[in-house]
Every structure is written in C-alpha cells, then in structure tokens.
C-alpha cells in the first residue's frame, strides 16, 4: 500500500469498525486443534514413502492451515 493511497473511512471521517465476528473464523480452530493433540500423531505408522507419521502429518498440518486461512480470509473479505 503506497503512502498516497486514501484510507477507507465512514462518512464521519473515522475508520470504519473492525469485523472479527465473520463465523468463517472458527475453521482456524480446526488446524490448531489438530496439533495440540498429540494422541492424534504421536505415533510412527503408517509410513509416507518411508517418512514416519509424525513428520508427514505435520507437514500436513502445515499444508491445511495455510489453506483453512486462505478460504477464511476469502471468505471474510467478501463484499
């Protein structure tokens, strides 16, 4: 964002309020909730091309938050 673009503002010239309430936000809860719970992977198989459980669910776990925040931030931004 350069500094001459214009902020968006209300017709009072205040920003306008913040929308954090969108219920597309609770996916980001599903990708947390998958790694604190260590039952879920702590284990060694099965094997991913000789890759234990552990590191390619966790690689996983990467891949899927980098996905649910995507689809919520698409979501969210809609207009």
């Avoid at 776990?61 to 979501?75: E, F």
Wanted: net charge positive; hydrophobic share 45%; aromatic share 12%.
């Amino acid at each position: 964002m350069s500094l001459d673009a214009p902020r968006r503002t209300g017709p009072d010239g205040a920003p306008p309020p913040r929308s954090d309430r969108h219920p597309a936000n609770w996916l980001l809860v599903l990708p947390l909730l998958a790694t604190l719970i260590p039952p879920l992977y702590n284990r060694l198989q099965p094997d991913l091309f000789g890759i234990p459980f552990f590191y390619w669910y966790q690689l996983a776990a990467i891949s899927i938050g980098v996905i649910t925040t995507l689809i919520v931030y698409r979501v969210s931004t809609r207009r």
